[in-house]
């Protein structure tokens, strides 16, 4: 049964940092490319970042872009998040959530996790 | 970058009515359109991809169509589990755009 289970959220001021992390299991975390979504309190989705299968390929959101750092250790199962700088509207529950299929990117997201809650606030 | 608009924003229907959703590609996307179900204080979950593939489990009531720039999402007979959010995405290139979503509910 693939599992992801996010960790690292909290409560930080503007202009800290987080690192998220996304632990998985059930599947060959290695094989595939995994992605990061938000959503802020009662808004809709926001896909943040995307990360190939072997590390090699970044991608970003606009609005993290310069911020944020996506990064995997597939030796840990485990895909990361690296939030610097923050602001208030990056506050928002963030979901990790797996290619459904592997090796290459361009894919829709077919499993997600239950997410970890990020609030930026003084 | 390319923008993803659904419409309409929210619906409410009767059950047992055809319900539609439209989402709307600023630039061709071909068939790499995604539809996801998100119910209230729930994860998103994937109903069709290639924009007309059903998603292993998804009921048959749920179908995709379109191509290139338009799409559209059907529930042929709406049932009260089908109250949630529906979004489209883009992901044949980053961004992976998601649409604003529309929230369906039961009249």
């Known amino acids: 049964e693939v599992q992801l289970l996010e960790s690292g959220g909290g409560l930080v001021q503007p202009g800290g940092s987080l690192r998220l992390s996304c632990a998985a299991s059930?599947?060959?975390?290695?094989?595939?490319?995994m992605n990061w979504v938000r959503q802020a309190p009662g808004k809709g989705l926001e896909w943040v970042s995307t990360?190939?299968?072997?590390?090699?390929?970044?991608y970003y959101a606009d609005s993290v872009k310069g911020r944020f750092t996506i990064s995997r250790d597939n030796s840990r199962n485990t895909l990361y998040l690296q939030m610097n700088g923050l602001r208030a509207e990056d506050t928002a529950l963030y979901y990790c959530?797996?290619?459904?299929?592997?090796?290459?990117?361009?894919?829709?997201?077919?499993?997600w996790g239950q997410g970890t809650l990020v609030t930026v606030s003084s | 970058d390319i923008q993803m608009t659904q419409s309409p924003s929210s619906l409410s229907a009767s059950v047992g009515d055809r319900v539609t959703i439209t989402c709307r590609a600023s630039q061709g996307i071909s068939d790499y359109l995604a539809w996801y179900q998100q119910k209230a204080g729930k994860v998103p979950k994937l109903l069709i991809y290639?924009?007309?593939t059903l998603q292993s489990g998804v009921p048959y009531r749920f179908s995709g169509s379109g191509s290139g720039t338009d799409f559209t999402l059907t529930i042929s007979s709406l049932q009260p589990e089908d109250v949630a959010t529906y979004y489209c995405q883009k992901y044949n290139s980053a961004p992976h755009t998601f649409g604003q979503g529309t929230k369906v509910e039961i009249k």
């Open positions: 959530a797996k290619d459904s299929e592997p090796w290459n990117l361009g894919y829709c997201f077919d499993y």
């Open positions: 290639g924009a007309s």
């Open positions: 990360l190939s299968a072997g590390g090699g390929s970044t």
């Open positions: 059930g599947f060959t975390f290695s094989y595939y490319a």
